[in-house]
């Protein structure tokens, strides 16, 4: 399609798309948790009032492909549009080839991180248009020219990808961040908020919970990170920009979210203490009772315990929080600018303010078996936490990333999952993931739900078994997606 379009004064229909995953571990975490799209509500929150617009979740299909194809034939979208984690980039172009063929008129667009960081991963695919950066303004830009007959690229936020030049700008430099204020409120409305969910192991006062899987929004209050993490794309995608809402404006979005529980899903909730204590001061002002969930950094715990205790009173209950490694040397490695002392104090805090730790850290492709036990022993001494691990793995998009270019032993955007190593191991696949599955396993025999023996409705103990038991297998069995090694 070429990047200018005949104008249409019918109202256009367009399908937001939040694609599946191929890969088997990914499946299961869909067990545990499920966030709403809130980039596709973003982006539907931007589209000019009059034109049609459906989001459509396929994750959670038994059949994605037949569901996508159904709606595609029911609707016959105006324009469709995908958005993309880089393990996805492979889904994403076959489901745009999919809707070309079934809709040859219609406009495939996809937008979110991979197209951000990579766009020129898209060249030659069957996707007309790659938005790059905040797409609830930029899509709204793209859907009135669209309407218009106006040429549709403007060479930085969105590229044409049948453009001559469009090879050339995969270096391009990140896209320009419009201020925050002018970015579109999500459409929560558009989806089925009973679908979305997020596992929950925070008790109540009475050491109960009424139940593991409550429905769950998300908010993003903030746009990137002051850090620089060299295995993390945040930092390259804004330019090291950190961008804040007001206040004000975070607490009018909360006081409009009709669930209980609420996921901040920015990089960096709490990196400046003046604005969430503001926050905090505004829901107390309001009144707004809420239960939250957050990452933060060991540092900015360790800088800032009075800021996590307020936010203890007004419904903090588990953070997340990237230790990454339990050793210096790897944590300079990673870039990380913390130390181990620092993620023992974030401990010690979040432990005597009652708010429970889910620490995430990182296991290295060079670990040995000594390193895994010692990782073991980290586990007993961070109990009662919550505990999860990935695989170190430079995000497609950094230095670190192109730096590694001819070392990949698989595909390195679709195996991006932080799951699958796409570096080599120094122990055999099959040996490193046994390992990789063990340290899950330890982790869920030693779940604070158990050690602190909460109350859990009997449904849901046999449910969190199931799924808990399929996620370790899944982890156990990750060597066999990995083809004979040369
Ligand atoms: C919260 C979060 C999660 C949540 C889930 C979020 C969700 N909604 O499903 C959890 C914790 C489950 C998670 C899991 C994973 N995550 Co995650 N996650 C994040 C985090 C911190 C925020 C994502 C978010 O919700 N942002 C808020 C939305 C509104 O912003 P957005 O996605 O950027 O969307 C805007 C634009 O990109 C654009 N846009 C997006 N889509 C579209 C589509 C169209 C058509 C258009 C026009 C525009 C557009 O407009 C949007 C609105 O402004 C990011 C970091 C980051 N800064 O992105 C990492 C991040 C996205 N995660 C990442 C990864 C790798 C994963 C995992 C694959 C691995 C892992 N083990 O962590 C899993 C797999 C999840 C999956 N869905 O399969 C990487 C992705 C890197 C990459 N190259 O793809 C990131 C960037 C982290 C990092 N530091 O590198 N994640
Ligand atoms: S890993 Fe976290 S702290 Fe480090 S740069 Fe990325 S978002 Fe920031």
Known sequence: MSSQTEPSSRPLTILLVRPHSHLRVAKCLQSFLHLEPLELEIVAGGVPEGERVTILDIALEQDPVAFYEAKLRALRPDIVGFTCYSTQAGIVKDLARRAKEILPPCLTVAGGIHPTIIPGDFAGSPLDIIVRGEGGTAFSRLVRQFKNGAPLADGTAILAVADPDFGSQAALKPPHFPPVEEIPRPRRDLVDRKKYFSVWTSPDADNRLTTMYPNIATIRTSTGCAFDCNFCVVHHMMNGKYLQRTPEDVVDEIAGIQEEYIYFVDDETFLNPKRLTRIAELLKERGIRKKYVSWARVDTIVAHPELFRLWKEVGLHIVYVGMEAMDEARLNDYGKRTTVDLNWQAVKILRELGILLHASLMVDPGFTVEDFRKLERV????????????????????????????????????YYDCMHTVLPTKLDLNLFYAHFARLYRIGWQHNPLRLNKVKVPFREVIRSMVNGTKYIIAMRNIHKDYGPRQ
């Open 379 to 414: 586990i007993i001494d961070l109990i009662p936490a919550e505990v999860s691990f990935t695989v170190f793995s430079p995000s497609p998009g950094t230095e670190l990333w192109k730096k590694h270019k001819d070392d990949y032993i698989v595909d390195p955007y679709l």
